[in-house]
């Protein structure tokens, strides 16, 4: 039976993303100049948009911060997800994160450990068999 990746592991690793995210647009900010503005918040939601869907939807079916605390994002039969379902998902958490992070607590409550944006994009978190 495989095992489904909880709450604080799953937090650990997008803790892990966001500060490679912050990282790197203050990398680009220092080599651009450009400190805010429109242009800099449309960067910063493609920036996160790719990084997010490119890495869950690779071979490593997961981001550096998941591939750091071992788990992995699969499809409800245990496939490797589309760029189109990564898409999905990234864009269903974002509104999940909205009012108070609420679309997260029902991790905390199902069987398979799925927040709101697992159960739209139809995904698993799953920890890595090795």
């Known amino acids: 039976m495989q095992a489904y990746a909880g709450f604080f592991r799953r937090l650990m690793a997008s803790v892990i993303d966001i500060y490679i995210i912050i990282l790197l647009l203050e990398f680009i900010q220092f080599i651009s100049g450009v ?9 910063i939601i493609l920036f996160s948009w790719n990084y997010f869907a490119y890495q869950d939807s690779s071979v490593s079916q997961g981001t550096v911060g998941k591939q750091a605390m071992n788990i992995v994002i699969v499809d409800l039969n245990g496939n490797r997800i589309s760029f189109v379902c990564a898409t999905k998902r990234f ?3 974002i509104l999940a994160s909205l ?13 398979k450990k799925q927040g709101i944006h697992d159960k739209i994009a139809k995904t698993l978190v799953i920890v890595r068999e090795d």
Do not use: D
């Open 35 to 43: 400190r805010g503005g429109t242009l800099f918040n449309i960067v």
């Open 91 to 93: 864009l269903v958490k």
């Open 99 to 111: 009012p108070f992070f609420g679309g997260f607590l029902p991790i905390f409550f199902n069987e």
